[in-house]
């Protein structure tokens, strides 16, 4: 089946509060996870708790890609109870627990999934920091840089765990993604992913399969030789 172009907008949905909401269409996410990755940056994460609205703009995420890819939890395109979110519509929210103990977000895409690796904090932020203090079990008064900058801080600012697993973004009223930002090409830039074990990963410890905004310093970890590189270009 071929995949639908990018240049899919927002539609207007009613959520079960009868609020309008520019939720991004089915058509959005249908897409390879490479592209999807990539225009990913820029858009606005909502979240709703207890009627308040929290938002970011997403600022960095990696591609995990099935098959032949041993990083990912899809590697040869195997399906579990776990990661069975990943096989579902594109757009699924599939979330998983990490080290026992932290939460990270991804976005399916037939298979494949995109991490959303960090995010600059916009609407609800006093929330956001209650949040990052109540969930990480800290008495630390948390700063706004870091307040999102990793895929578990994310998860916590938002209040996002394994209740919101498989959700589907284009529909739900406590999650969704809306246009904010168009960011061009020859600003982002492509890099590694982090933490992957080379003994294990091979090859795709390596490839620059992750994405972040240049100049944004939300994002987890910047890579200077990578920016060094396209600034000669």
């Known amino acids: 089946m071929k995949r639908r172009s990018l240049d899919v907008v927002a539609v207007q949905k009613k959520t079960k509060t009868n ?5 991004l269409s089915d058509a ?5 996870c490479f592209k999807l990755a990539r225009s990913l940056l ?5 979240r709703k708790v207890n009627d308040r609205r929290l938002a970011c ?3 960095e995420v990696e591609s995990y890609l099935a098959n032949d890819d041993k990083s990912s939890h899809s590697y ?3 399906k579990t109870k776990r990661n069975e979110a990943m096989f579902m519509k594109p757009g699924t929210l599939y979330v998983y627990l990490t080290y026992g103990m932290y939460h990270c977000m991804n976005i399916s895409s037939d298979g494949d999934a995109v991490l959303i690796r960090a995010a600059e904090p916009m609407e609800g932020v006093d929330l956001m920091l209650q949040n990052r203090q109540r969930l990480s079990k800290s008495n630390k008064l948390f700063d706004k840089g870091v307040l ?11 209040d996002i765990g394994l209740k919101q697993n498989k959700l589907n973004l284009c529909n739900s009223s406590e999650l969704w993604l809306e246009e904010f930002e168009r960011i061009p090409e020859d600003t982002i830039v492509h890099t590694k992913r982090i933490g992957l ?10 490839k620059p399969l992750r994405f972040y905004i240049l100049g944004n310093g939300f994002v987890s970890k910047k890579d200077y030789n990578a920016e060094k590189e396209m600034a000669v270009k």
């Open 57 to 59: 703009k997403i600022v």
């Open 28 to 32: 959005y996410y249908d897409h390879d």
């Open 197 to 206: 074990n080379v003994k294990r990963v091979g090859e795709w410890a390596m």
């Open 19 to 23: 609020l309008t909401t520019s939720h």
């Open 148 to 158: 999102c900058n990793g895929p578990s801080k994310l998860c916590q600012a938002l």
């Open 76 to 78: 040869q395109h195997k």
């Open 42 to 46: 820029g858009k606005k994460i909502v």
